[in-house]
């Protein structure tokens, strides 16, 4: 596939790059959206960052709506975090020992999420899930779990079923090398469907471990809960005795400081964290209600381990991030900001006759080309990809940068002013008349 658009920017540094990374690294990555499989053509390749902005290796800048995924919430390399992680480093990288950083984050975390008293740290949202999904397997002594059509939880194997995001994008629902033993443990309902899960419950009474859910639905666009849906679910979790887990690696520290389960005013049992937990450095967390964390080692049966755990680069990061993120207004300007993008894109959309689905909430927005109401994954297929296709391209010729996929959400900083904003919808404005 070639771009839609010829480039006029000199992205040559990048392609070669690109051409080394393939002999290097399956498909010149080391994590599979960054291949642009998606839109087709070669990736940049970033060279530093700043602010709201990203510079690639040829030197061209960009506004950036990527976020590294959702970590950069105070925009690239915030001057107090760089110190927090330099101050650190000068102290050693790590001791496989405890240290004080490790209680100010933790203490931070539970003091901010209405669902976690008791936390552990582990080194990516990936983690964070598998062991959410074994301890409340654990907890449970029992073995289904339930998931949602187009939710993404990480790449272990029991979670690698209409996974969303990366895997929709490439058309792989599944995975070769995941045990059909494991894939039958987990059972797929509808998103914003309460129904599904109550059919999914009474057709395997007893045997459900846990309800996991994305709470604003982020790596199939980016999908809120409808009015109950989370309520729902957490009724049901309570009928039924299972383990609701709010997987708020996205939406944790994003959409409200005290995540979506405090933004909707609903407490799950258990609730996984990454992404913004880190500042951009690898953490991830597991957490909840004390009974259920007494199961996980050495204080219960449960085993969950990491060398680099907690280590105090990242907790340095973190508590600093989540510092800054506490101050009063931080989130109402984020909310404000991802609004006016929401609405300004869809005026633009408009202005050009083309349809148009906008969410925003918090720090994440999503537009999606299409008529449909988009409530879950099925409406997302709908989206026109080549549409989307020819405006990415476009667009990075105009020098903004978004997730190379129709399946990301959009990520916004405390950086992105409404300057920027506003040049970003001059942006859309000019490519959209063109297409
Ligand atoms: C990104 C993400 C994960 C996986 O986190 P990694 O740090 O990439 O392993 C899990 N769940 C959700 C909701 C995510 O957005």
Same mark, same amino acid.
């Given at each position: ?18 051409? &080394?990374? *393939?002999?290097? $690294? ?10 642009? #499989? ?42 107090? /975090? ?5 101050? %650190? ?28 008293? #008791?936390?552990? !740290?582990?080194?990516?949202?990936? @983690? ?13 002594? #029992? ?31 599944? =995975? ?9 443990? &987990? ?9 599904? /899960? *109550? ?29 109950? !849906?989370? @309520? =729902?679910?957490?009724?049901? %979790?309570?009928?039924?005795?299972? /383990? ?5 690696? $996205? ?23 990454? *992404? ?16 259920? $964390? ?56 408009? *202005? ?11 720090? $994440? ?6 008529? &449909? ?9 709908? /989206? ?16 903004v940068y978004l997730a190379p996929s129709p399946f990301e959400a959009m990520f916004v900083s405390t950086t992105h002013t409404d300057v920027v904003i506003d040049e970003t919808m001059a942006a859309f404005d000019r490519v959209l008349s063109t297409l």
């Amino acid at each position: 596939m070639t771009t839609a658009t010829a480039p006029r920017l000199n992205t040559d540094t990048s392609a070669k790059h690109f051409e &080394t990374a *393939k002999t290097l $690294m399956p498909g010149g990555v080391n994590s599979p959206v960054r291949a642009f #499989k998606g839109v087709g053509g070669n990736p940049l390749f970033i060279d530093r960052a700043e602010g709201p902005y990203v510079y690639d290796a040829d030197g061209n800048k960009y506004i950036d709506y990527v976020a590294s995924y959702g970590p950069a919430i105070l925009g690239h390399a915030p001057v107090s /975090v760089v110190r927090a992680v330099q101050e %650190a480093a000068e102290k050693g990288f790590s001791y496989g020992a405890p240290t004080v950083l490790e209680n100010q984050l933790a203490k931070l975390v539970i003091d901010a999420v209405p669902g976690v008293d #008791k936390v552990r !740290f582990v080194n990516s949202g990936t @983690e964070a899930c598998l062991s959410a999904a074994r301890l409340a397997r654990a907890y449970t002594g #029992k073995q289904k779990l339930i998931k949602f059509s187009g939710c993404y939880h990480g790449h272990a194997d029991a979670f690698l079923v209409k996974a969303g995001s990366g895997a929709a994008t490439l058309g792989l629902p599944d =995975s070769p090398g995941v045990p059909s033993e494991v894939a039958v443990n &987990t059972l797929t309902a509808t998103f914003n469907n309460a129904d599904s /899960v *109550k059919a999914l419950l009474e057709a395997n009474t007893g045997e459900i471990a846990a309800i996991l859910v994305e709470p604003v639905a982020g790596n199939m666009g980016c999908i809120p809960p409808q009015q109950g !849906f989370l @309520e =729902s679910l957490r009724a049901l %979790a309570d009928e039924h005795g299972c /383990v609701l887990v709010f997987d708020e690696v $996205m939406t944790g520290f994003r959409v409200a400081y005290g995540g979506a389960q405090s933004h909707y005013g609903v407490t799950p049992d258990l609730s996984c964290f990454g *992404k913004v937990i880190g500042g951009g450095l690898p953490v991830g967390a597991y957490g909840g209600k004390t009974d259920i $964390m007494a199961m996980v080692a050495p204080e219960g049966p449960m085993y969950q381990a990491g060398t680099l755990s907690g280590n105090p680069l990242a907790m340095a990061a973190g508590i600093e991030t989540l510092t800054q993120l506490k101050q009063p207004g931080v989130y109402e300007q984020l909310s404000a900001t991802s609004a006016r993008l929401a609405e300004g894109l869809q005026v633009v959309f408009t *202005k050009h006759n083309l349809p148009v689905q906008t969410a925003a909430v918090g720090g $994440m927005l999503g537009f999606a080309q299409t008529a &449909t109401p988009i409530t879950g994954y099925d409406d997302m297929l709908t /989206v026109d990809r080549d549409v989307f296709t020819k405006l990415f391209w476009a667009l990075l010729q105009e020098g903004v940068y978004l997730a190379p996929s129709p399946f990301e959400a959009m990520f916004v900083s405390t950086t992105h002013t409404d300057v920027v904003i506003d040049e970003t919808m001059a942006a859309f404005d000019r490519v959209l008349s063109t297409l």
